[in-house]
Structures are given as structure tokens and as C-alpha cells.
């Protein structure tokens, strides 16, 4: 049989076409085709040379009539190896359907010789090189080809405009690049086009209007520019329209309102502008309309009310103002409303509570007043009203909202207690109520929401107990109960809570010791406990052994190593004999001259204690106000310990030698002469040399110390522009505590973040303990929104680069040395470069253009390489022994080649999430542009990325 196999492979190879046609051309293609490839599954185990026909083959339909292969059909059969020359046989194959295996190679240009082929799907494989031109110059009959999911680069060819037959074309998920082809809209027959998730560009052409039978049009995720082509409404069947993801500009053309039977109209992520059409009501088929993430602006058009069956409704991340149109309560099969990231205002329309969504989004607007949330909503899922005005209780009655998976009501100003019904969510799985001013205690309800997985009730007024019932949420992931006052022990109860990734329960007033148990919190990844009053020893063993200090900080009777203080001995008592046991024959008289001893000794060591405890206190008080007045002597003195001698004398200041903290206690540990000590150096910037020391109150501060004094403005503005920054309160930017001036010494007091630097996570660390994506991913978005609080505050950074990106121990990011540039008389470009020198890569190219305004872009533009930077884990510049390496050019050269795995850390480029890094870096790209304008806002930035950020990972 094997000889008989290889007889015919020989034949095929060397006779070709001239094989006797008295052989079945079927049964010998099909068996080459088997030769040349993998089959680790045995599905063609019934492919036999030795039949007279291949008809009763796995995969394999006939012409009843003639026995010839009309359909070839091998989708999902593991099958590898290249598509060879042996399918060319089967000269009347009309269907040949490959899909969902691991075919790799080029795209064998011969498939075209077959003349009746009318379908081909080779998607979901690995095919890689261009589509070859001369596939397409023999397809008379073909109507289907689909090769989307693959690895193809090039241009779509040419001959594609030349099949007058094809009615559905998807190359979707390659890396096709260049235009459309020029007569493409000359497909009369074309029924569905789908060309997304390519590096398609170029404008799209006026013509698609003539193809009167177009029903799916799906373009999203390339770069086309320009506007959407004016007669795309001739397109009159068109069903589904997705030009989402690209950069179109300008309005709506009107045309849109003839798509009477469009059932999808997505085109979100682009730059369209203006008011939305009062006729985006007469698209009465409409299910789904997606006009997220552009510009947008005016008022929500009532008309929307007349969309009777809209499932899904996306406005989010606009310039919408006003509030929601009360003609929307008629969407009587809305499910999906998002209108988040606009600049609406109002009360909560009651009807929203009364329809049957299941999912409402109206985060980041001006929303006020919570009394509609009393309503009940059977089926709602998602409920996110975050980062609004809503003031008000939350109303009991809230627990109606049974089928709750996620509610969001944080960064709003909500008062009043927690009601006891949030019990009632059964099915909860996120509850985030942080930011706001709840107070009253935790209810131990909470332990019925048996599958709640995030719980986040900080920066409220919560007082009392944490309950122990919240044992019962076993399925519990993350638990934020930081900045309130809490009292009482942390629960032993919490170290049942297996699956405990994410605990803060800083800055409350808990106390007593820590269960010992919580060491055996396996997936534990970070646990805040600092400024409490918790003593004892901190659990040995797990995540405990590795807790960072400033973890533990401000509880100052707590012992153990990760606060680098011992804990007390503990001696067991000391055994008495009993002087009566034995030798009684001393009698009493013997006891008593022991008891006198003993009396006389123990009264000795009384007062000898008492005496050196008397002389220790007034020693040490002595010490303390001799090192006081030390401090604030070094601190006024010109010349400390770094050995600068500055020429300027305070000495007829009146105001010289001032102290300033904007909270808590202004008083060191230690003196002046260890506040400044090389010994406590953190780093040095371009504005200073940081140092690191104790506040009285425990807590750990930076002081920076300006080497700019000569630049510095006076005394009063100084100051001014301090307190502006001392202002500056934001979970990701470093906090300013306070000051201190002279003319010739101003020191800078910040909070301490203690996990270090950005770049030292990236460039320092061992490869073993690198970022992950998921890291990476949240370090991106931090940074954004605390650069976006910066700008909304009217500050431009000037100095941003990864040394300035601090990281506390949940791993989330902290803007530093924000500011210091509005300390300067003016904003001198030459002062700032030579200050901001080691920002090599990060500047944007407008600082070297005198004629171009500095603006909050510059920072943006920094921001952009810092994004290439964490993903890619290369510094902005590397420097090679023949060549230097910018990294904006290289990932933007890999990106245009398809190489993306060049731009991304190969340190994790076996685990991330590539729908999320590709966008991300190609946001990076557009901020890193050489032209200010094409670069956007921070607060635009942040919206883009919530908008990557998969739906998945925000309920972890």
C-alpha cells in the first residue's frame, strides 16, 4: 500500500497535468494534499489510496452524478504544515473551507487555477506574506473568500475590483496595509465587506453608494482619515456599519438617514464633531448605536426616543451637556445605556430605573440627587454613577436592584450610613462606595453578599468595627477600607479569606495585635496597615516576610523586621523553691534572715532603678531640647552637611528660618544635621537633592533641598506657588506636606514613597520580579489621571520621565517633582533644559522652538515615551556600540512592519493581553507626536484607556 502511495506522489510530481486521466484526479490530489501536512488528531484516517472514489471521506461531499469533489470542509481538525499542490486536481471543487487550523506558509497562488471555485475560508489559521495578485485573476466564479485571521502583510491586491462574482470578502485580523483598492466599490454583487483590525489608511473613497446590495460594511481598528465617504447612505439594505477605532473627522453626513434596515451603527474612537442629527431618530431598525469617544457636543437629540428597538446605547466619553431626554423612557428594549465621560447635568431621570436595562453607565458628569435610585430594576447587572454630584442617602430601598452585579457610586458626595439591605445582593460582585462622605458603621450585612469579590469604602467617615461577618464573602479579592475611623482589631476572621489579593485598611484608628493567621493569605499582593495603633508582632511567614516598611509605617508599637524594630523577649518565669522543702531543722529563724536578704536586695534594686530612670529623663530632656534648638540652628545655618557655601546671610530676615506643614506634626525625629545627610540621600533632579527623614508622628517624609536659589522668586511668591502645591491631594501624585525658607536655603517636606522609582522597576530590577502586563497596564493609567489632575489644576510638569514616577506598595503610580518650574522668575526654556537635562528622550521637540508656546502638550508628549517605555522595558534612548536606538522610531517602525512583538517587554511577552497593549502603544505613538495639536488631552488620554482596559479585568 505504502509503494502504491508513493507511485502516485511520484506520478503527480513528475507527470503533472499529463497524468492519465483514467486515475482518479480526486482520490491522488487529496492524497498528496494529506502527504504534505500534520494530522496529530488521525481525523483523515479514512483518506485510503486504494478507493476508487474519495467520497465517503471524512470532510468530503461529491456530485452524486459524476463522483467528482464539489466540497472540502476541514474547520477545527488541528491539521498543520503548508497548503501544497495537491488540492489543484480537484478541478470541479466548488466549496474548500480549511478554517480554524494551524496552516502556515504563504497563500498558495495556484488554489486559482480551480476553476469552479466558489468558496475559500482559510481564516483562523497562520498564514503569513502578501495575498498573492494573481489569485484573483481567474476568479470568474468565485463569491466567497475569507482569509481573516492569519498573519498576511501587503496590500489588498488589485485584481480583487476584477471578480465580478463576489458577494462577501474578509481579510479581518492581519496586518494589511496601504489603501483600498481604487475599484473596489466596483463589486456590484459585494453583500459584506469586512477589512477590520488591519493598518488599512489613506481616505475612503466616494463610491460605495453604488453597491446596492452592500449589508455588512466592518472597517474598525484600522487608520483610515478623512471624512466617512458622502453617499454611503446609498448603500440602502446596509444592516451594519463599523468604521470604529480609526480617524475619521467632521459631522455625520446626512445621507446616514437613509439607512432605514441598518441594525448597527458603531463609530466610536474617532474625531467626529458637532451636534448629533435630529434624523439619527428616523434609523428606526437601529439596535445598537455606538458613537462613543469622539467630540461630539450640544445636547442628546430627543429624537433618540423614537429608536423603539435600541438594545444598546453608547454616547459615553463626548461633549454632551443638558440632561438625558425624557423621550428616551420610549426605548422600551434599551438593555445597554452608557452616557459616561460627558459633561451632562441634572437630576437622575427617575425613568431610567423604571425600564428593563441592564446595564447603566453615567460616570464623570454633573449628576445630582440620588432619590431615583429607589426605584427597583429587576434585571439590572451594572451600575456605575461614580465621579458625579450626587448628594443624598443611599435609600434602603435600593436592595430591589436584585440581580446587581457591579455598583459604582464612588467620588460622589453621598452621606448618611450604608444600609443594612446592600445584604440583599445576592449576586454582587463589586461594591465601591469610596469617596464620598458615608458614615456610621460597617453593617455585617455585608457578609450575605456571599459572591462580592471588590469592596471599596475608602476616604469616607466610617466609624466602629470592622464586622467579622465579612468572613462569609468568600469569594472576596479586594478589601479598601483605608482613610476612614475604624476602630477595634483587625478581624482574625479575615485570614479565612482565601482568595484575599488586595488589603488597605490604612490611616484608621484600628488597634491591638494582627492574627497571626494572616501569613497564611497565599495570594495576597499587597496589605496597608500603616497609621493605625496596632502593636505586636507582625505575622511571620508568606507575603509577610516581604512587606515593605512604609506597609507597617505609623503604628509605632509594632515590632518585627519589615519596621526594623525588635520585638520584647518574652522570659518565662523564674522557678521558687520552696525553702521549707528540705533542711527544716534551720527553722523559722532561718526563714526569716532569708526574707531581710531578699527585702534588703530587693529594695537596692528599686531605688537604683528608680534612680537611673530619674537621671534618664532628664538626660534625654536635656538632649531634646538641645537637639531642637540645633535643628532650627543647622536648618537657618548657609553651609549643612552637603557642603554648599551660600554667600546670603538670613540674618536680617525677619521671617528667616520658617517652618511650614500644611497637616500634622512639624517636628523631626532626628536633627538638622541628619536631615540632610548623604547617609539619608533618596536621589538628585534637576531642581534638588532628596533626602529622607522621620516626623514625630512617625510617618516617613522626603525633604528636597532646592539647588535653584538664585532663580527662586521671593519670599511671598514662593511661598504663593507653594501653597497652590501643597493644595495638590490626588491618589496618584506625590503629596506636599510642607516647607521651610531662608534666602538661601528653601526646603521642599513630601510624603515618602517608599517601593522607589518607575525606572528602577523597569531597568533595575531582577528578571524574575519583572511588572506584569496587568501592572504595567495600571502604572499607565495612573499616571494619566494624576498628569490629568495636574493639567485640571493648571500645572504643567515639565520634568516627567520615569525617576519622577514613584510606585507605593499596591503598585500604584505617584507623579513626583510636579511643579517646581512655576518656582522660577519665568519659564526660560535654556534654565529648564539645562534642568531637566536627564529627561533625554522624554522632551518634546517644542522646547528647541522658540516660536512654539509651551503647554500642558509638552507634558503629554513625555508621557507618550513613558508609555513605550513600560511596555516595551527599553529607556527612551538606548546607546549601541554603532548606532543609537530611539525608541518612539523603533516601536513605531515595528509597529508599521508587524512585528509587534518587538514592541512589547520580552519578559512577559508570553502573558499579556495584546487587545490591550496594541492600542496602548499606538496611544503612546500619538501622544510622542512631533506636532502638538495631534496630541490629546491627558483627561482624553485617560478616557481612551478606560476604554482599552478589558471589561473582565475591571471586575477584578
Known amino acids: 500500500m505504502m509503494l502504491k502511495f508513493c507511485i502516485f506522489v511520484i506520478l503527480f510530481s513528475v507527470l503533472g497535468e499529463s497524468l492519465d486521466p483514467t486515475f482518479n484526479d480526486d482520490v491522488l490530489g487529496l492524497i498528496v494534499f494529506k502527504a504534505g501536512i500534520q494530522d496529530p488528531d488521525y481525523k483523515l484516517s479514512s483518506w485510503n489510496e486504494d478507493d476508487v472514489n474519495s467520497c465517503n471521506w471524512v470532510g468530503v461531499k461529491c456530485d452524486p452524478k459524476t463522483q467528482r469533489v464539489t466540497e472540502l470542509v476541514l474547520d477545527g481538525f488541528s491539521l498543520s504544515g503548508h497548503i501544497g499542490r495537491g488540492l489543484i486536481r480537484l478541478q470541479f471543487l466548488q466549496i474548500l473551507s480549511l478554517s480554524n487550523n494551524n496552516f502556515s506558509g504563504s497563500i ?99 463610491g460605495v453608494g453604488n453597491l446596492y446590495d452592500l449589508r455588512v460594511v466592518n472597517m474598525q481598528k484600522n487608520r483610515f482619515s478623512g471624512q466617512l465617504p458622502v453617499d454611503v447612505g446609498g448603500c440602502v439594505v446596509l444592516e451594519m456599519l463599523d468604521f470604529s477605532e480609526n480617524s475619521l473627522v467632521g459631522s455625520l453626513p446626512d445621507s446616514l438617514q437613509k439607512l432605514g434596515s441598518c441594525t448597527s451603527l458603531r463609530l466610536r474612537g474617532n474625531s467626529f464633531a458637532g451636534d448629533v442629527p435630529g434624523w439619527i431618530g428616523e434609523l428606526t431598525s437601529l439596535e445598537r448605536l455606538d458613537l462613543s469617544a469622539n467630540e461630539f457636543t450640544g445636547r442628546i437629540p430627543s429624537s433618540i426616543g423614537n429608536l423603539n428597538a435600541l438594545k444598546e446605547l453608547n454616547l459615553s466619553i463626548n461633549h454632551f451637556e443638558g440632561g438625558l431626554p425624557q423621550s428616551m423612557a420610549h426605548c422600551g428594549s434599551l438593555l445597554v445605556l452608557d452616557v459616561s465621560q460627558n459633561r451632562l447635568s441634572g437630576n437622575l431621570p427617575p425613568w431610567i430605573f423604571k425600564m428593563s436595562l441592564e446595564t447603566i453607565s453615567l460616570s464623570g458628569n454633573k449628576f445630582v440627587s440620588t432619590a431615583s435610585l429607589a426605584s427597583s430594576v429587576r434585571g439590572l447587572k451594572l451600575l456605575d454613577l461614580s465621579s458625579n454630584a450626587l448628594s443624598g442617602e443611599i435609600p434602603s430601598e435600593i436592595s430591589g436592584l436584585s440581580s446587581l452585579l457591579h455598583l459604582n457610586i464612588s467620588r460622589n458626595r453621598i452621606f448618611g450610613s450604608i444600609p443594612s439591605s446592600i445584604g440583599e445582593f445576592k449576586m454582587i460582585q463589586v461594591v465601591d462606595f469610596s469617596n464620598n462622605k458615608l458614615s456610621g458603621r460597617i453593617p455585617s450585612e455585608i457578609g450575605r453578599a456571599a459572591s462580592l469579590v471588590k469592596l471599596g469604602l475608602e476616604k469616607n467617615s466610617l466609624s466602629g468595627k470592622i464586622p467579622t461577618q465579612i468572613t462569609n464573602c468568600s469569594s472576596l479579592k479586594s478589601l479598601i477600607l483605608s482613610w476612614n475611623n475604624l476602630s477595634g482589631p483587625v478581624p482574625a476572621a479575615i485570614a479565612n479569606l482565601s482568595n484575599l489579593e ?52 505609623g503604628n509605632p508599637s509594632l515590632c518585627g523586621s519589615a519596621v526594623n524594630r525588635s520585638c520584647p523577649s518574652v522570659h518565662p518565669k523564674p522557678i521558687v523553691l520552696n525553702p521549707n522543702s528540705s533542711n527544716s531543722s534551720h527553722g523559722s529563724s532561718s526563714n526569716g534572715n532569708h526574707r531581710k536578704i531578699a527585702l534588703s536586695i530587693s529594695a537596692l534594686i528599686a531605688i537604683g532603678a528608680a534612680a537611673f530612670i530619674a537621671l534618664g529623663v532628664l538626660a534625654i530632656s536635656l538632649l531634646n531640647i538641645r537637639a531642637r534648638s540645633s535643628m532650627l540652628r543647622n536648618l537657618a545655618e548657609p553651609t549643612l552637611s552637603g557642603g554648599e557655601d551660600y554667600s546670603c546671610s538670613p540674618t536680617n530676615d525677619p521671617n528667616y528660618g520658617k517652618l511650614v506643614m500644611f497637616s500634622g506634626d512639624a517636628d523631626f525625629v532626628a536633627g538638622a544635621h541628619a536631615l540632610l545627610n548623604k547617609d539619608c540621600e533618596l536621589g538628585r533632579g534637576g531642581f534638588g537633592v532628596v533626602y529622607r527623614t522621620i516626623l514625630r508622628d512617625g510617618r516617613s517624609v522626603a525633604i528636597k533641598k532646592l539647588t535653584v536659589s538664585s532663580l527662586i522668586k521671593s519670599q511671598d511668591e514662593f511661598e504663593k506657588e507653594i501653597k497652590i502645591l501643597g493644595q495638590i491631594r490626588h491618589h496618584n501624585v506625590v503629596a506636599l506636606e510642607g516647607y521651610y525658607w531662608t534666602p538661601s536655603l528653601q526646603l521642599l517636606i513630601y510624603e515618602h514613597i517608599s517601593s522607589g522609582n518607575l525606572y528602577k522597576h523597569l531597568h533595575d530590577g531582577p528578571n524574575t520580579n519583572c511588572l506584569s502586563w496587568r501592572q504595567r497596564f495600571n502604572i499607565i493609567l495612573g499616571m494619566a489621571k494624576g498628569l490629568a489632575y495636574l493639567h485640571q489644576m493648571n500645572i504643567i510638569h515639565y520634568n516627567l520621565k520615569s525617576t519622577n514616577i514613584l510606585l507605593d506598595d499596591a503598585g500604584d503610580p505617584k507623579v513626583g517633582d510636579f511643579g517646581l518650574a512655576r518656582l522660577l522668575p519665568m519659564v526660560d526654556r535654556c534654565i529648564l533644559s539645562s534642568k531637566i537635562q536627564s529627561a533625554l528622550g522624554y522632551m518634546a521637540p517644542e522646547f528647541a522652538c522658540r516660536t512654539v508656546k509651551i503647554t500642558e502638550k509638552c507634558d503629554v508628549y513625555g508621557f507618550g515615551i513613558l508609555v513605550l517605555e513600560v511596555v516595551t522595558g527599553k529607556r527612551p534612548v538606548e546607546y549601541m556600540e554603532d548606532d543609537v536606538v530611539v525608541l518612539c522610531d523603533m516601536v513605531r517602525s515595528a509597529l508599521e512592519d508587524g512585528r509587534v512583538e518587538e514592541c512589547v517587554d520580552e519578559r512577559i511577552l508570553g502573558n499579556f493581553a495584546a487587545d490591550e497593549a496594541i492600542p496602548v502603544i499606538k496611544l503612546g505613538l500619538i501622544c510622542a507626536s512631533q506636532v502638538p495639536s495631534n496630541r490629546p488631552d491627558m483627561e482624553e488620554v485617560v478616557n481612551i484607556l478606560e476604554l482599552i482596559q478589558s471589561p473582565a479585568e475591571e471586575f477584578e
Not at 469552479?116 to 481564516?123: G, R
Request: hydrophobic share 40%; with cysteine.
Open 502 to 553: 488586595h488589603v488597605d485598611l490604612s490611616f484608621n484608628n484600628l488597634s491591638g495585635n494582627l492574627p497571626k493567621e494572616l501569613a497564611n493569605l497565599s495570594h495576597l499582593l499587597s496589605f496597608n496597615i500603616s497609621h493605625n495603633h496596632l502593636q505586636g508582632e507582625l505575622p511571620l511567614g508568606g507575603f509577610f516576610n516581604t512587606i515593605s516598611a512604609s506597609a507597617v509605617s
Open 108 to 206: 498558495n497562488p495556484d488554489l486559482a487555477q480551480l476553476g469552479a471555485l466558489q468558496v475559500i475560508d482559510l481564516s483562523y489559521n497562520h498564514l503569513s506574506g502578501v495575498i498573492p495578485e494573481e489569485f484573483f485573476k481567474q476568479c470568474g466564479s468565485m463569491r466567497s473568500v475569507s482569509f481573516a485571521e492569519n498573519d498576511l502583510t501587503g496590500k489588498i491586491p488589485d485584481s480583487l475590483c476584477w471578480c465580478p462574482s463576489m458577494a462577501a470578502v474578509n481579510f479581518s485580523a492581519n496586518q494589511l496595509s496601504g489603501g483600498l483598492p481604487s475599484g473596489l466599490w466596483f463589486l456590484r454583487g459585494l453583500k459584506s465587506l469586512d477589512l477590520s483590525d488591519n493598518l488599512l489608511e489613506g481616505e475612503i473613497p466616494v
